[in-house]
């Protein structure tokens, strides 16, 4: 048997694919296969059900010390695009969101900012807290927590300990890129290595506090690489089973460093359901996968439903990162046309919280 | 595949080559299977057109957006008075197929146009003429059924002799819209004042007795029921198995935007785009090909068709201007190596070919 009919084998049979068999399926370029089987893996777990989620997302600042080839979104202070919220601001934000009905869900995710101490964003987390109680706090990527830990001198764990503490109920997922360190030195070389970020992760599921996990790809990674970086992410899944939803994020090379230095123009359509496909069928400890609507515009994200996604993520208010590198998509969307997307495709919409419960 | 019950009776027919029956077409409009539909109109692709992706270097010319018709889907067409109305002089069409053969791969050219109130059917032979003349190299495709139909009116001569004469011109292949839905209901309401289903149909059927090739198109996601983008796609099934004079099949989804009907109707989904794609090609077995229209679907959307049934994604355009005027999100060209790209991602074999399918280059 070959190794790619040993694949499909292990698909229908709901056997684990191996390194080699991820590389031949995705040589095959079967687009349709794909889909299917990543469907059915999908239907397994939350049959037809497809979850969204009211939430707001915060970017405390954008001012930043590791300036990544890669981010559209950093910028020096002084720059006339520099913005960091101060406590004041946050409350105007939080104090308008609190008007939003059945708000589940804060994420919150910033640069790395060059003079703000640890205890800037604890205050933040403590004053979502205070503002909105009854609300999830989704924050911090590993990469952020990394600093935080290097700001302050304390460990992975004492960091996660305090932010726990200030009102933090889940870790965001993103900083991944791709976990390899010579892709790293490239894209994003100041920020959380590879093991770095792994480790803020397990340490993370070991406090018990759930996170997500993500991988950007269509830069300069290999396709080695990429499959490389899913294996990771399910090795650490087994071990701790702390990953709650996988996103894929495809790289926008528009304004960034990276995108100019290797004339990089924007992955299609095509890879980005082929390796939400995939990653589906690698990843088969996980639960949930994430169609993140604002990086693949929204009829993208409503094909993504039949590729193996199972949750739409939000209502969003108002996105800054992937719009600096200039994403189409709008900067938020209603909870109508949500729901109305997710039903044209025969499928289910399944308000949530930031937990995956249901809202009824 | 995964499919039970009457979509598996359905696909056991498309794997044995049988024909797809009006209730098995509305069936599969109803059934939501969108993976499985793809798929199985992938296997047809591969079947009847192979690897290959045919797309061609091309220049848009619309000779006016200045319309006696006036339909209610339509965002191009203006009043001569109206802001924004122009008509060409053959100086102007001469001028922009001048600038767009700087690019020296320029195959063909796409003459569509408003029905002008005023013009006379020699008024648009003589851009026929004049364009073959200046460039003889280049293929003409030009002017819908709809306008043909217009032509005859206005000059009192049959559709036969306006394409006697055009061909003559140098007219080569017949563009495929104007078709919208092929029943009266729906043009009633919609377009009452152009060509009617049958006047459409008999544009067509005339061409391939001449033996000029057409093109043909569905407009869907107006008024119409599924029920009437069956019986559309019959209608020309059933042209095509006495003539086989169309080349390609175009879905082109409405867009509402500066439209007469953009307050009652929401564009369609992708979801709704690709599964009408996919129809399409399962419904249509006498077709050799499905054009994922990209200016209309987005260059992502006509992409991912190349996997629902389409092997054909049209051209480099030179300047679109008919949707760019109901709101097309897309570019108003795209540049051969990004169309090369599209195509290479998905796996497939770019080909360029004129209007008449003819491969001038396999990009290997």
Request: charged share 25%.
């Amino acid at each position: 048997m070959n190794i790619l009919d040993s694949a499909k084998e292990k698909i229908s049979s709901g056997g684990r694919l191996n390194f080699d068999e991820i590389f031949a399926l995705y040589q095959d370029n079967d687009l349709l296969y794909l889909a299917e089987a990543a469907r059915r893996v999908k239907e397994s777990k939350s049959g037809k059900k497809i979850f969204y989620t009211i939430n707001r997302h915060i970017n405390l600042t954008n001012v930043c010390s590791a300036n990544c080839p890669l981010c559209a979104f950093q910028c020096r202070s002084g720059d006339n695009r520099a913005f960091t919220l101060e406590l004041a601001d946050l409350e105007k934000i939080l104090l308008d969101a609190a008007q939003i009905k059945n708000l589940s869900e804060i994420h919150i995710v910033s640069s790395l900012h060059p003079t703000k101490d640890f205890n800037y964003y604890l205050d933040a987390v403590k004053l979502v807290k205070k503002i909105l109680p009854n609300v999830g706090i989704n924050a911090f990527t590993p990469v952020e927590i990394v600093n935080f830990a290097k700001i302050s001198g304390k460990s992975f764990s004492g960091v996660l300990s305090e932010l726990i503490q200030a009102g933090v109920t889940s870790l965001a997922g993103g900083g991944a890129e791709i976990l390899s360190d010579r892709v790293r030195e490239i894209i994003c070389p100041k920020k959380a290595t590879a093991s770095e970020w792994l480790e803020v992760m397990r340490t993370a599921h070991k406090l018990g506090l759930k996170t997500n996990a993500s991988i950007m790809y269509g830069h300069i990674e290999t396709l080695e690489e990429r499959i490389e970086h899913l294996l990771k992410l399910r090795d650490l899944q087994d071990e701790t089973g702390g990953f709650v939803a996988m996103m894929l994020f495809p790289f926008h090379p528009e304004n960034t460093e990276l995108g100019r230095k290797f004339n990089l123009r924007r992955v299609g359509a095509w890879e980005d359901l082929k390796m939400l496909a995939l990653a589906r069928l690698v990843l088969d400890n996980f639960a949930h996968f994430k169609a993140f609507w604002v990086m693949l515009t929204l009829p993208i994200a409503q094909l993504a439903l039949s590729f193996g996604a199972d949750d739409l993520d939000g209502t969003i208010g108002e996105e800054k990162i992937i719009h600096a590198a200039g994403a189409k998509s709008s900067a938020g969307i209603t909870r109508q046309k949500l729901e109305k997307i997710i039903s044209e495709c025969g499928y289910q919409p399944v308000e949530r919280d930031s937990f995956y419960k249901e809202i009824f | 595949m995964f499919v039970r019950g009457e979509l598996e009776k359905i696909e056991q027919k498309v794997l044995r080559g049988k024909r797809l029956s009006r209730e098995d077409g509305k069936f599969l409009f109803a059934c939501n299977e969108l993976t499985w539909l793809g798929a199985l109109a992938d296997y047809v692709r591969k079947k009847i057109c192979g690897n290959l992706v045919y797309y061609n270097v091309n220049c848009h010319v619309n000779l006016t957006n200045i319309c006696k018709s006036r339909c209610k889907f339509c965002a191009f067409g203006r009043d001569a008075q109206d802001r924004g109305s122009y008509a060409m002089t053959l100086d102007d069409a001469i001028n922009l197929v001048e600038e767009a053969s700087r690019d020296p791969h320029l195959s063909g050219l796409h003459i569509v146009s408003g029905l002008h109130p005023t013009w006379t059917f020699e008024n648009y032979l003589a851009f026929v003429e004049v364009l073959h003349e200046k460039f003889p190299l280049l293929h003409i495709k030009g002017f819908t059924g709809v306008e043909i139909q217009h032509f005859s009116k206005i000059s009192g001569l049959s559709v036969e002799e306006i394409l006697i004469r055009l061909k003559a011109a140098g007219l080569e292949a017949i563009a495929g819209g104007g078709a919208e839905i092929l029943t009266d209901r729906v043009r009633n309401l919609l377009c009452p004042k152009k060509a009617t289903a049958d006047e459409w149909l008999n544009v067509a059927k005339t061409a391939h007795k001449l033996g000029i090739k057409t093109n043909a198109s569905m407009l869907y996601g107006h008024i119409e029921t599924f029920a009437e983008r069956v019986e559309h796609l019959i209608k020309l099934r059933d042209l095509q198995d006495e003539t086989g004079g169309f080349q390609t099949f175009i879905c082109f989804p409405f867009l509402p935007k500066n439209t007469a009907l953009e307050k009652e109707i929401k564009q369609t989904s992708m979801w709704d785009d690709l599964r009408t794609m996919a129809i399409s090609r399962l419904m249509l077995d006498n077709f050799k090909n499905i054009k994922a229209y990209w200016v209309m679907l987005t260059v992502p959307v006509a992409q991912v068709a190349l996997s629902f049934g389409a092997n054909d994604i049209d051209g480099t355009i030179h300047r679109e201007k008919i949707l760019h005027d109901a709101g097309a999100t897309s570019p108003r060209a795209l540049a051969e190596d990004e169309i090369i790209k599209i195509i290479r991602e998905a796996g497939r074999t770019p080909a360029a070919v004129d209007c008449n399918f003819n491969i001038r280059r396999i990009i290997q």
